[in-house]
């Protein structure tokens, strides 16, 4: 079995540190990939430290991967030794549920195989992540970087894009809609990119009033800055689409509001606990309220060929993996703009 350095949490809120894996040897069907970089999702932070409840240690977080396929199953179809790849949020699910078959896997019923803090299909083995040097995975769930995308820039797409993507495809956005993105950081300015590829009147709603020259320079057409309570009244009835990112607390009745007839608001943020939802908002105007994440495999290819075409990437500031804790307290901070990226040669390099 290929070992492989890493970087593992080997209790709730311990710092990660250096640790050492076996990745299995690729079967018929599978793909070995030496990692070249590793996005650092704010899910690492919430899963490393236990705060959603089910972790499974040791950890080894990761879970936006680009890297090289190393080697090959004997029936590998889809990919050769040497082809760039990434694998993102899940590496296998049952493919026999409706909606594996619909192509949504990410909603597998049985449940699907995460990268991470996960089990493979046999509910035994644990499944660890990208914070290392190389990874097995099946080729079905192995998606394509195309040709002239930035790699490090690349990896954020295969979480953070996706997961912002994913509604706007599947909620019908269309250019000329007015759409709102509710907070600018990781996932938020995913959106605003997207939503002008899209060819959306965009909007950037922020409780932080310094980062109105950020979404004017993502391609947003305007910025709402909450700290003022008189915005959400001044803009009633504005928005065909809102976008929610955020991962705090906040009351979801003073967003809907800002939707017209019809429309819909989507969340894609996971706060802690319950948020406040007023009932009469949404029956008001027959407003929408949803979720959403990530998306199927297709999607996601369907994703990164676009942005491929469009130059759409992430933001990104690279780390080495042994800055990894300190990036943790900097997320939480709200200290990135707007992805930390781990560079997986500072771990061979020790």
């Known amino acids: 079995m290929p070992a492989s350095r890493a970087y593992a949490a080997r209790e709730a809120r311990a710092p990660l540190a250096p640790f050492q894996i076996e990745r299995r040897e690729p079967g018929p069907h599978d793909v070995l990939i030496d990692i070249a970089y590793c996005g650092l999702c704010h899910s690492d932070i919430h899963q490393a430290r236990d705060e959603w409840g089910g972790a499974i240690f040791p950890m080894v977080p990761g879970h936006e991967i680009v890297g090289t396929v190393a080697a090959t199953g004997g029936d590998v179809t889809r990919w050769n030794i040497g082809d760039t790849v990434g ?128 979404a004017l320079r993502l391609g947003a057409d305007d910025f709402i800055a909450t700290g003022d309570r008189d915005v959400f009244r001044d803009n009633e009835n504005r928005f065909d689409f809102i976008l929610d990112t955020v991962a705090a607390k906040h009351a979801y009745g003073d967003y809907l509001k800002m939707l017209r007839r019809d429309g819909t608001m989507v969340l894609v943020g996971l706060p802690d606990g319950a948020s406040p939802l007023d009932a009469g908002r949404l029956a008001e105007m027959r407003r929408r309220l949803a979720g959403s994440v990530i998306g199927g495999i297709a999607e996601t290819q369907e994703m990164l060929d676009l942005c491929s075409e469009r130059g759409v990437t992430a933001d990104v500031e690279m780390i080495g993996i042994q800055q990894v804790n300190e990036a943790f307290e900097r997320v939480l901070r709200s200290d990135v703009r707007y992805r930390f990226v781990i560079d997986m040669d500072t771990l061979r390099r020790g």
């Not at 954020?156 to 909620?171: D, M, Q, V």
């Open 87 to 214: 694998v993102g949020v899940f590496v296998d699910s049952c493919r026999e549920c409706d909606a594996c078959m619909a192509g949504d896997e990410q909603y597998c019923e049985p449940g699907a195989s995460f990268t991470y803090n996960s089990r493979e299909q046999d509910g035994v083995t644990a499944t660890h992540g990208g914070y290392s040097e190389r990874i097995t995975v099946d080729e079905a769930y192995v998606l394509r970087i195309p040709h002239g995308l930035d790699l490090a820039a690349a990896a954020p797409l295969l979480c953070a894009g996706i997961t912002t993507y994913s509604p706007l495809r599947h909620f019908g956005v269309r250019a000329g809609d007015r759409c709102a993105v509710v907070g600018l950081g990781g996932l938020g300015h995913m959106g605003v990119k997207f939503l002008r590829a899209f060819g959306a009147e965009t909007t950037v709603v922020s409780h932080s009033p310094d980062k109105r020259d950020d």
